[in-house]
């Protein structure tokens, strides 16, 4: 990944017995867009990167993140069927390769000091840093979508996924905010923060002693973070 990352076009991993260790490479270069295997021996794997970062759009990539991360949410909240909530891991290991693929996109301009498109060195950190929100708002509704299943009592249920709502409803208000540059937009959804926080703490004091509602409810604290960084990313620039 390291080498990946700092724009090496063809990666060689050379060991007297790879065998043992080609499903795990295997796994590593399918995680990531570009690299393809082209070369297999017992003591040599050879992976070249067929993609070139002057055709990778960080603004696309930030678009299509959000668009895996509103179909998270909405898995969670329309279908507590085990089958759907176990696809959510996999759409979160797509997050992981288009950030991958953001960061590499970066490093790239940065380094050779190629401008990339209209934006300046202050642009980049701001879409870095968005990504990188975003990013732990997958990793956070990956492990909601853990638990969520295990929840028996339904109104309990019900509660969860009505808070849920309130928080992609801010989500999509910050993520709008971003794409439109509305520093007001973004200040006002940014501080729902507390109000979103009090109500997971409500819920928090009615069933802290029930399994699995604890963590969940941390995770959902963390994602009204992620989003308040987002929003700020926005009106204080």
């Given at each position: 990944?390291?080498?990946?990352?700092?724009?090496?076009?063809?990666?060689?991993?050379?060991?007297?017995?790879?065998i043992d260790k080609a499903h795990l490479i295997k796994e590593?270069?399918?995680?990531?867009?570009?690299p393809t295997i082209i070369e297999q021996t017992n003591s040599?794997?050879?992976?070249?990167?067929?993609?070139?970062?002057?055709?990778?759009?960080?603004?696309?990539?930030?678009?299509?993140?959000?668009?895996?991360?509103?179909?998270?949410?909405?898995?969670?909240?329309?279908?507590?069927?085990?089958?759907?909530?176990?696809?959510?891991?996999?759409?979160?290991?797509?997050?992981?390769?288009?950030?991958?693929?953001?960061?590499?996109?970066?490093?790239?301009?940065?380094?050779?000091?190629?401008?990339?498109?209209?934006?300046?060195?202050?642009?980049?950190?701001?879409?870095?840093?968005?990504?990188?929100?975003?990013?732990?708002?997958?990793?956070?509704?990956?492990?909601?979508?853990?638990?969520?299943?295990?929840?028996?009592?339904?109104?309990?249920?019900?509660?969860?996924?009505?808070?849920?709502?309130?928080?992609?409803?801010?989500?999509?208000?910050?993520?709008?905010?971003?794409?439109?540059?509305?520093?007001?937009?973004?200040?006002?959804?940014?501080?729902?923060?507390?109000?979103?926080?009090?109500?997971?703490?409500?819920?928090?004091?009615?069933?802290?002693?029930?399994?699995?509602?604890?963590?969940?409810?941390?995770?959902?604290?963390?994602?009204?973070?992620?989003?308040?960084?987002?929003?700020?990313?926005?009106?204080?620039?």
């Amino acid at each position: 990944i390291s080498a990946y990352l700092n724009d090496f076009n063809i990666i060689n991993l050379s060991s007297t017995n790879l065998i043992d260790k080609a499903h795990l490479i295997k796994e590593t270069v399918d995680g990531l867009i570009g690299p393809t295997i082209i070369e297999q021996t017992n003591s040599k794997i050879v992976a070249k990167d067929f993609l070139n970062p002057e055709d990778v759009s960080v603004r696309e990539m930030i678009r299509k993140i959000d668009i895996i991360i509103r179909s998270m949410i909405i898995d969670i909240k329309t279908s507590n069927e085990k089958n759907i909530l176990d696809a959510i891991p996999l759409k979160d290991k797509g997050i992981d390769k288009l950030t991958f693929l953001v960061l590499r996109t970066m490093r790239y301009h940065i380094t050779s000091n190629r401008k990339l498109y209209d934006m300046n060195f202050d642009d980049l950190l701001k879409h870095w840093d968005t990504i990188s929100y975003m990013e732990k708002i997958g990793d956070e509704l990956k492990r909601i979508s853990r638990y969520i299943t295990k929840i028996s009592d339904k109104k309990v249920y019900k509660q969860l996924v009505d808070m849920l709502s309130k928080i992609e409803e801010t989500y999509y208000g910050i993520m709008k905010s971003y794409y439109n540059n509305d520093m007001e937009l973004a200040y006002s959804h940014s501080h729902k923060k507390k109000e979103l926080s009090d109500e997971c703490d409500k819920i928090y004091e009615e069933n802290w002693n029930k399994k699995y509602i604890p963590l969940i409810l941390e995770r959902f604290k963390n994602i009204i973070g992620r989003c308040h960084n987002i929003g700020r990313l926005v009106y204080s620039c």
